[in-house]
């Protein structure tokens, strides 16, 4: 098996490499920097630039499985102008791969699995959804999650596995989320936001790059939440996190309108609210190394395992 990747080089896109070498699986992947490409047995850089339609087809040699992560951080001021990369990032990649798949014998392929987003819930203090929600959320990123998952419906035109994989708030300590989560904390200016009972879907990203794994090695189809079991509050996630860093929470809850003046409608990340069952992926034979928040973030903060920490950096300096 060798396995396409598309954003290889963040910070999923990195753990999912690692998981896939150390079951001796080659990786191909894409890249917009050809100062960037890297060429070895099990990991070789092909260039392509989704904006302009541009691809390297040699990219799909001796490839059976395709995984797409490409797109836009969500994680920025929502200017109008950005809002339009954060659509168009993911739109452009898609149609990019579906052009390219009709110019080349596909028949090796089995399975195509793309990142989605559990944004496209609707904000619901009461309900727990599953894959089976047709209803979206009437927000920029409901809008976003939304055109993304037609585009990558349009790839069931091919004779292979398409599956789409909805995944939450990703703990990491080297990127993402949580290190922006734990900077006011550590700073003992830690607090949640609103009320607090908001729901955060999360997921270990350890489990998260297996899942993504286990997706094309089981040859799945069809739509997945790619979450941990045990959905928290805002308040739980605040507090347990307090608890790992070893700082107290002195501060009140921050109100909306307040993080609504420093972040703009982006800070709308910060008060929706969607809780979300991983059951289907359970299911399918998917087991979580962690499953609970406390035991998850004791292990980003607390493990005393260097190697895989060294690693995992090693792997962030080389490729980002």
Excluded at 176 to 204: D, E
Excluded at 222 to 246: D, E, Q, W
Excluded at 284 to 290: D, E, L, M, S, V
């Amino acid at each position: 098996m060798k396995v396409l990747i598309t954003g290889a080089t963040g910070l999923v896109g990195n753990a999912i490499v690692e998981v896939l070498h150390d079951k001796g699986i080659a990786v191909n992947y894409l890249t917009t920097r050809k100062t960037k490409i890297v060429s070895s047995e099990d990991f070789q850089g092909f260039y392509w630039n989704p904006a302009k339609g541009e691809i390297d087809l040699a990219c799909f040699e001796n490839v059976s499985a395709i995984i797409n992560l490409a797109g836009a951080s969500i994680a920025k001021r929502w200017t109008e102008e950005y809002k339009k990369k954060v659509l168009s990032s993911r739109i452009d990649s898609l149609e990019t791969l579906h052009d390219a798949l009709k110019e080349i014998d596909s028949s090796k392929i089995k399975t195509f699995v793309s990142a989605s987003a559990i944004g496209i819930y609707p904000d619901s203090l009461l309900t727990f959804y599953d894959e089976n929600e047709t209803a979206v959320d009437d927000s920029f990123l409901g809008k976003v999650v939304s055109d993304w998952e037609a585009k990558i419906d349009a790839l069931n035109t091919f004779n292979f596995n398409v599956s789409k994989l909805r995944v939450g708030i990703v703990m990491s300590a080297q990127g993402g989320a949580l290190p922006k989560m734990a900077k006011p904390i550590q700073n003992y200016v830690g607090a949640a936001f609103g009320s607090g009972n908001q729901w955060q879907s999360w997921i270990h990203i350890e489990d998260l790059a297996q899942m993504f794994v286990f997706i094309i090695e089981k040859g799945l189809d069809g739509t997945f939440n790619g979450v941990a079991p045990n959905p928290v509050t805002n308040s739980k996630m605040t507090k347990v996190l307090a608890r790992v860093l070893n700082r107290p929470l002195v501060l009140p809850n921050i109100p909306k309108f307040v993080m609504q003046f420093v972040l703009g409608e982006m800070s709308y990340l910060l008060f929706a609210s969607q809780r979300v069952s991983c059951k289907r992926i359970e299911e399918k034979g998917f087991n979580f190394q962690h499953p609970n928040i406390g035991a998850a973030l004791e292990q980003l903060y607390l493990s005393n395992d260097e190697h895989s920490h060294s690693k995992a950096t090693s792997l962030n300096k080389e490729f980002v």
